[in-house]
């Protein structure tokens, strides 16, 4: 899956540009920022310090990767929230799975959204049948993924799986 870079190399460098990004702070952060940075930060630790299966969300690279411990397992391609409707950041707990449901909101009404994984409020981990624009914001603040991936992702998370989102 990643062309001959080793999974376990590829995690120690992730985790390396993860936390880099994450605690990399400047004069202009407001102190919530700072905060909500600073308790990724010390979750991204504990979890890459033990062998639990936890998930992490790069916003900025739209990149959703499944890991165990120190080692990343499984990484997709996603689409996040667009501006109007963002992905929160922070720290997260998956807190019910749905192998199909409907999700409805202002301005949309999907049914038999395959793979679903609610893990903040309305927000969810979920496959996405109706656009092909992985890699694109174009959410309304939920995590899609491929079908195929987000069937992996559904079989291997349970719910209680930690989920990081940052940008």
Not at 13 to 22: E, H, Q
Not at 66 to 87: D, F, H, L
Request: glycine share 10%.
């Amino acid at each position: 899956m990643f062309s001959g870079i080793k999974l376990h190399d590829l995690g120690l460098f992730l985790t390396g540009a993860i936390l880099t990004g994450v605690i990399g702070l400047t004069e202009g952060n407001l102190a919530f920022a700072d905060e909500e940075r600073n308790l990724i930060a010390r979750n991204l630790m504990e979890l890459q310090q033990s062998s639990e299966r936890w998930i992490l969300i790069d916003l900025s690279r739209q990149r959703l990767i499944a890991w165990e411990g120190n080692q990343p397992v499984y990484a997709v391609i996603v689409s996040t929230g667009k501006s109007e409707t963002p992905t929160r950041t922070g720290v997260f707990k998956v807190y019910t799975k749905y192998e199909t449901t409907r999700m409805t909101g202002p301005d949309y009404d999907v049914p038999d959204v395959p793979y679903t994984m609610y893990y903040d409020g309305g927000m969810a981990i979920h496959g996405a049948y109706w656009h092909n624009l992985f890699g694109t914001p174009v959410s309304h603040g939920c995590t899609n993924v491929a079908v195929n991936h987000a069937k992996w992702l559904f079989e291997w998370a349970s719910v209680g799986t930690p989920v990081i989102v940052h940008d």
